[in-house]
C-alpha cells in the first residue's frame, strides 16, 4: 500500500484523510505510488496526481444520472416495484422497510456488484460505546481489571453494531446515487472503460468534504496539508 498516511489536512485527523485516499482509490482504480504523495502540499496537486492516474477514454455524460439508473433498476428488482415509480426523491425508507431492510439492502448490493454502506446503528448506541470506552480507559489507572473488561465490551459492541446496524444513512435514492458515483465512479459509469474528466475534480472534492464533514470554504486548490 502506498504511503498516504503522510498527508494531513489543517485540524483533520491524519488517518481520516487516510480512509477518503482508500476510498479515491477503490473508486477510480487506481494505487498511488509508495511516495507518491510525499511532496504534496496543496489540495490542488493532490486533484492534478489523481486526474493524471485515472485511466478511460473520455465521455462527457453524467456519472451521477448512470448511477441512478444502475440503482433504480437494482432496487426495483429487489422490492418488485415498477422502475417508473422511483425517482431521484424517493424515499429509502419507504422502499426498504425495516422489519426486511438489511436483507434486501444485502440483494441490492449484490445485483450493482459492489458495497453500498448505507447502513449503520443508531446514534445512541454509538454515543453510550463511546462513554463506555472513554470511562474504561480512565478505569485503567484505577482498577485495571474493571477497565479492562470494558474495553473489551467496547470492542466487541462497535464490532456487532457495524455488522447488524440497521438504520438508513440517506434519506432519498438521489443522495444514494451520489453517493455511489463518488464511492465506485467506475463501477456507475455504463462503460467502466470510459470517464468524463470534468467530473474527476469535483468528485473527489465530494469524498473529502462529504467524509471529513468539511464546509465548501475549508477545501478549494489552496488548502494546504502540512
Partial sequence: MSDITSIELKDIDPEDISDVLLKVEESFGFKFGKTELKDV??????????????????????????????????????????TNSITPDTDLE????????????????????FKIRVLRPKHWIMIALVLITFSSLVSLAFYWQLGLAGVLFSIIGFKLVDKFGNELDLQTVGQLAEKIARENYLKSRRNPATVNRNEIVKKIEDLFRTDLDLEDSELNRQSAFV
Fill in 41 to 82: 502540499k496543496y489540495f490542488g496537486e493532490l486533484c492534478d496526481i489523481i486526474t493524471q492516474k485515472v485511466q478511460g477514454d473520455n465521455s462527457n455524460d453524467c456519472t451521477t444520472q448512470q448511477a441512478f439508473y444502475k440503482v433504480r433498476s437494482s432496487i426495483a428488482d429487489t422490492v418488485r416495484v415498477d
Fill in 94 to 113: 419507504k422502499l426498504f422497510p425495516r422489519y426486511n431492510r438489511r436483507h434486501q439492502i444485502l440483494a441490492t448490493e449484490k445485483l450493482l456488484g
